[in-house]
């Protein structure tokens, strides 16, 4: 079972993705691509990372930007989960 973060151990694991901020319950990242297909793909390539993890963000794809919306429903708020696989979106993210 996975436990909620408290608030100072949630920012502490913001320092770990400096691109993401912290929105209520969740924490948001919003990135732009070079082009649709692309953006298409990184999305592609979180959606394996996320059935890899069985852990889903939310995903708002507008043209060739992204925004990504991780919490871990389940626990009502931020886990271990939501961090680690925000670390996997970063990456994918970078790679591009």
């Known amino acids: ?5 408290s608030d100072s151990a949630v920012e ?3 320092g770990t993705v400096p691109e993401w901020q912290r929105e209520e319950a969740t924490i948001v990242r919003t990135a ?5 297909p692309a953006a ?3 999305v592609d390539r979180v959606a394996e990372l996320a059935e890899e993890a069985d852990h889903h963000p939310d995903i708002d794809i507008r043209w060739r930007t992204l925004t990504f919306r991780l919490s871990t429903h389940s626990e009502g708020g931020l886990t271990d989960r939501d961090f680690a696989l925000a670390r996997q ?3 994918v993210l970078a790679a591009r």
């Not at 732009?32 to 649709?36: C, I, K, T």
């Open 12 to 14: 502490q694991a913001l």
């Open 89 to 91: 979106i970063d990456e």
């Open 32 to 36: 732009e691509l070079p082009s649709f």
């Open 40 to 42: 298409i793909e990184v």
């Open 1 to 5: 079972m996975t436990q909620l973060l």
